[in-house]
């Protein structure tokens, strides 16, 4: 397998296990399938990330998402 091949497939299932997050998240069912919304959340969250406020949100979303995993 040529090596475009095999960074085409790994791209691919890293793109595919993140949607795989939005979900298992809900989001998906609670949007409707909407994708201008879910896309809109997502900016809306790199935005928070950013921003001055963006450790905070780090800590709590990461605390949250890690119980998660932990209870699924």
């Known amino acids: 397998m040529r090596s475009w ?5 790994t791209r691919t299932r ?3 296990e993140l949607g795989g997050l939005v ?3 809900g ?3 609670l949007t409707g ?3 201008a919304l879910i ?3 997502l900016l809306w969250m790199a935005d ?3 921003s001055e406020q963006g450790e905070q949100a780090r800590a709590l979303w990461g605390t ?3 119980q998660a995993f932990e209870n699924a």
Do not use: M, N, T
């Open 5 to 9: 091949q095999v960074e085409r497939r």
């Open 14 to 16: 890293h793109l595919i």
């Open 23 to 25: 979900v298992k998240a």
């Open 27 to 29: 989001i998906v069912d």
């Open 33 to 35: 399938d909407d994708r």
């Open 39 to 41: 896309y809109g959340a």
């Open 48 to 50: 928070k990330l950013k």
């Open 64 to 66: 949250k998402g890690k």
